[in-house]
């Protein structure tokens, strides 16, 4: 499986900036795509996850509710990750990655494959 992110950029605290991930196979039931991120000297971050099932259910790190909506496109191959309200900390690499499962979603070790990772900086 190979994994396409883009959308990063620069953006204004306060802005928005909607990420994309494009998967080369099918998204199916029993697996879950998530969203990372990472700052230099920092271990990378969940921020947010959708488990493909009937359901889709969605799950987000604290600092991502309210602010972040996953979601995925399914005739696309590609799941989004719209960012609001956003803010210098939330300043970083962001990665998507793939995986078989409907469980744990935010442990980045149980992630098999990962896309290449996009820039997302925000000034304040």
């Known amino acids: 499986v190979q994994l396409q992110a883009y959308g990063g950029g620069s953006v204004q605290a306060g802005g928005s900036l909607r990420l994309a991930c494009a998967s080369s196979?099918?998204?199916?039931?029993?697996?879950?795509m998530g969203w990372f991120r990472q700052t230099p000297g920092k271990e990378r971050e969940f921020v947010a996850a959708?488990?493909?099932?009937?359901?889709?259910?969605?799950a987000y790190a604290d600092s991502a509710k309210g602010r972040f909506t996953i979601s995925k496109d399914s005739s696309k191959n590609t799941v989004y990750l719209q960012m609001n309200s956003l803010k210098s900390d939330d300043s970083a690499v962001y990665y998507c990655?793939?995986?078989?499962?409907?469980?744990?979603?935010?442990?980045?070790?149980?992630?098999?494959?990962w896309g290449q990772g996009t820039l997302v900086t925000v000034s304040s």
């Open positions: 990655a793939e995986r078989r499962g409907s469980r744990h979603p935010y442990y980045t070790d149980h992630y098999l494959f």
């Open positions: 959708i488990i493909l099932s009937s359901d889709d259910n969605t």
């Open positions: 196979k099918v998204i199916s039931s029993n697996h879950i």
